[in-house]
């Protein structure tokens, strides 16, 4: 089935841990980007990638680190966790030029 | 202030009515925009994309751009209580990058 994927679908995490949230899409889009969603925030930007090999910071980028080594996957990597990292984050992936974005079903992270 | 403004509802009506939900923008360089609708613990769904000012409809959806007012409105005809979900605005200024997001609205219709 053709779309993105999240893994893991939900995870709680030690402060101080690091963790890796993966994301992987098989519509061969060019550009792919993560966002987290809080509540009263809605949805904002940490990093993006509009091509393999690329990669861009977005709104929010402190904490938290990308890599793009091909075109379908792109991990999110937060070194040392902390509270304030809890969060429902969306992966998501577009054509440039294209219509619009397209997301994942999220990962749900949760901080102690 | 934020980019984009968006009423947080929740909207709450009743089966068959008619509803509006919108969204005001202060960055008169958003060209492209876009309504995603999201379940509980689901992502966004892209539903409707504009290109510029002007109406689009697709099925029970009509979604309308007034760049003059920087205002844009996402229409729904015969309302289902499945289309009960958090409704975002999204927009930017190059064709699928770099979105702002608004807060999203949450509808809830009622059977």
Redesign the interface.
């Known amino acids: 089935i053709a779309g993105i994927t999240q893994a893991p679908t939900s995870q709680i995490l030690a402060a101080g841990r690091r963790m890796t949230l993966r994301c992987t899409q098989d519509m061969r889009h060019n550009a792919m980007y993560w966002y987290r969603q809080d509540l009263g925030l809605g949805l904002r930007l940490i990093h993006y990638s509009n091509t393999a090999g690329t990669t861009g910071k977005g709104e929010v980028p402190d904490g938290y680190s990308v890599s793009r080594a091909n075109t379908d996957d792109f991990p999110l990597t937060l070194a040392s966790a902390v509270p304030s990292q809890t969060s429902v984050y969306f992966c998501a992936s577009s054509d440039l030029g294209a219509k619009g974005q397209f997301f994942g079903p999220g990962t749900r992270l949760t901080v102690l | 202030q934020k980019e984009v403004e968006q009423d947080?509802g929740p909207l709450s009506v009743p089966e068959g009515a008619i509803v509006s939900l919108n969204c005001t923008y202060s960055n008169s360089a958003f060209q492209?925009f876009?309504w995603?609708r999201q379940y509980s613990?689901?992502?966004?769904?892209?539903l409707m994309?504009t290109y510029s000012s002007g109406n689009k409809e697709d099925g029970r959806f009509t979604a309308q751009v007034d760049k003059s007012s920087k205002y844009i409105s996402l229409f729904i005809r015969d309302s289902q209580p499945s289309d009960s979900a958090t409704y975002?605005c999204?927009m930017s200024g190059n064709?699928?990058?770099?979105?702002t997001?608004?807060?999203?609205t949450r509808l809830m219709v009622k059977p």
């Open positions: 947080p492209y876009m995603y613990r689901k992502g966004p769904e892209l994309y975002l999204a064709a699928g990058n770099m979105l997001f608004g807060g999203g």
